[in-house]
């Protein structure tokens, strides 16, 4: 049976939904936390309530986004799927 690397999959998880260097910059994540996936991962649960990192995204967002003039282009409400859902 196949070792799962589940390191690695915090980091590409982590990478893929919180670009570090944007989230240092604006105050969320520190400098010490460059690379410690587990901490950042750690804020984010923290910061959101969460249990496991791999909640985010995991819920179906429902919303009316105005876009001016041009609103005739998307529904009435748009849909933003969970990040799980094919």
Request: aromatic content about 18%; charged content about 30%.
């Given at each position: ?25 604006a105050g969320f994540f520190t400098k010490e ?28 967002v429902r919303g009316h986004i105005s876009l ?5 282009q998307e529904p009435f409400v748009t849909v ?7």
């Amino acid at each position: 049976m196949e070792k799962i690397d589940y390191d690695g999959v915090l980091e590409r998880f982590m990478k893929e939904f919180f670009p570090y260097p944007e989230l240092k910059k604006a105050g969320f994540f520190t400098k010490e936390m460059k690379s410690d996936y587990p901490a950042q991962a750690k804020r984010v649960c923290d910061f959101f309530g969460f249990e496991t990192v791999y909640e985010y995204g995991a819920i179906e967002v429902r919303g009316h986004i105005s876009l001016g003039e041009n609103r005739n282009q998307e529904p009435f409400v748009t849909v933003l799927n969970n990040i799980y859902k094919s």
